[in-house]
């Protein structure tokens, strides 16, 4: 691959005074070779060559640039030129280095005399790279590649589970239009980026825009993904019917606060350059005290539908929450090594040496890894919830909470007037069993009669504090859904 530096364009704003000449100098080089520009004498360098330097042996020539040619990696061009108040603006010069292997590559261009610039005016360069790929950094350039694939893997992904949702529209669990709409946010998101790389190494003009635009569908399908991974492991619509409205008003809330922090975040990696004190507590601190919120809460929601479930039984349901519990151990796990990892290689990112082996590969620590890891964990976590066939199974249709059964129970039960006695016209048991499998006719219904007699030939009533009643009747329907389930997969 081939990069040519093709010019420099210098840009000077005049300054009030009509009369200046300053000699300025340029030079293109390998990063390498950084060492062997200029001269350092007691901790500073020098880049011209002067009678005291041509005294001590230094250089040979005065007002030449020194370089040290006998270590030289790559080769080193260098150019002297002046600008007056005469000089036509804005002035432009070309430095044309062709590069013959890829590399990290810099320029110095700066006053050659101190004496000459007083710094009351400013002088605006403009330092243009041009390369045989377009217009983009070398070190951004395989992010087009990149974002390119993971916009057609996310369009892959949203044309199948489309085609799912489409074909098993009636049965549609609520929490899968969520993912629908996560899947919308986040192959928007990819094709921006795509599109904001790509259109800048083609016209090398950087739309804030569009960058703007992806960083904001960036916060905003981070947080719906946070949202939903919580309220799954708080099992809505498997385990539990629906979240106590305080609940979900203190979900979303925590959401809107992280997509808040997030678009904050985002500006402040675009307009930061230095780091201090006060952008860490102002763009950093935010985001990190909600993803912390949603890590802790995510993993004790998780732990505590796990704990249910084992209570009663419901081991399709389990079996689906414990694979969900390793997906996200699995992710913890490398974001854990890629965090050590990462702060051990970053330690030397300000040597030369470092920069000149890692320029190529930066992009993907940072930018990359975090995307690559979110397709895998997103990719896992939906195929879990895609829409099948079987949903009921999984859906509170077929067996309805805990929080629900209590409260059916306790309006059919408890709150009757029945002195220990309960009519068999009192019992009304609200489960539907009429939609587990597609072939009905091999199931055996069970009417509300069959669950009536049942009940009368096992349970014994004794009074309204009796909680026998309630645990008979949970395993009754528990063992009643694992048959069916059984029956729905031969």
Not at 190 to 197: E, L
Request: with cysteine; charged share 20%; glycine share 4%.
């Amino acid at each position: 691959m081939t990069f040519i530096l093709t010019y420099i364009s210098i840009e000077i704003t005049k300054p009030e005074k009509t009369d200046y000449n300053i000699t300025m100098m340029a030079i293109a080089f390998n990063i390498l070779d950084l060492d062997n520009i200029g001269y350092i004498h007691r901790n500073e360098k020098y880049l011209l060559c002067s009678n005291s330097l041509i005294n001590d042996g230094t250089c040979e020539k005065e007002g030449e640039i020194i370089i040290n040619k006998k270590e030289l990696k790559n080769k080193v061009l260098s150019k002297l030129f002046t600008i007056t108040d005469k000089t036509n603006y804005p002035y432009s010069t070309d430095l044309k280095y062709e590069i013959e292997e890829t590399g990290f590559y810099s320029v110095i261009l700066k006053p050659a005399y101190n004496f000459e610039y007083d710094k009351s005016y400013d002088l605006i360069s403009n330092v243009e790279w041009h390369s045989s790929t377009g217009e983009l950094p070398g070190s951004d350039y395989p992010k087009i590649k990149f974002y390119k694939i993971l916009a057609i893997v996310y369009i892959i992904v949203f044309v199948l589970w489309s085609l799912k949702a489409l074909k098993y529209r009636k049965d549609i669990l609520q929490i899968q239009h969520y993912i629908t709409g996560i899947i919308i946010i986040v192959t928007s998101e990819m094709i921006i980026r795509f599109f904001y790389y790509n259109h800048y190494n083609n016209t090398n003009k950087n739309s804030k825009f569009f960058l703007m635009l992806a960083e904001v569908l960036n916060a905003g399908g981070n947080s719906l993904t946070f949202l939903v991974l919580l309220i799954v492991c708080m099992g809505y619509n498997v385990v539990k019917q629906s979240l106590s409205g305080g609940t979900m008003k203190v979900v979303q809330l925590l959401a809107l606060f992280h997509f808040i922090f997030g678009i904050i975040y985002s500006i402040g990696l675009m307009i930061v350059s230095k780091v201090s004190g006060l952008v860490v507590l102002f763009f950093v601190l935010p985001i990190s005290i909600t993803i912390t919120i949603f890590y802790i809460w995510i993993l004790a929601a998780l732990n505590n539908s796990i704990k249910n479930l084992k209570t009663s039984h419901q081991d399709a349901k389990l079996n689906m929450f414990l694979n969900l519990r390793k997906i996200l151990i699995i992710c913890i796990i490398f974001i854990l090594i890629f965090f050590i990892t990462n702060s051990f290689n970053f330690m030397d990112s300000q040597d030369i040496q470092w920069i000149v082996n890692h320029w190529s590969t930066r992009w993907f620590w940072i930018d990359g890894f975090s995307n690559v890891l979110y397709l895998f964990g997103f990719l896992s976590i939906i195929f879990l919830w895609r829409p099948t066939a079987n949903n009921k199974r999984y859906g509170i249709d077929q067996l309805p909470s805990n929080d629900v059964e209590e409260i059916d129970l306790e309006e059919s039960f408890i709150n009757k007037s029945s002195n220990g006695i309960i009519k068999k016209d009192d019992i009304n048991v609200g489960f539907d069993f009429n939609n587990v499998s597609e072939n009905k006719d091999e199931i055996n219904q069970e009417s509300d009669d069959d669950i009536q007699n049942w009940a009368e030939d096992n349970i014994e009533i004794k009074d309204e504090n009796d909680s026998e009643l309630y645990e008979n009747l949970e395993i009754h329907v528990a063992d009643e859904e694992e048959k069916l389930i059984n029956l729905d997969n031969p």
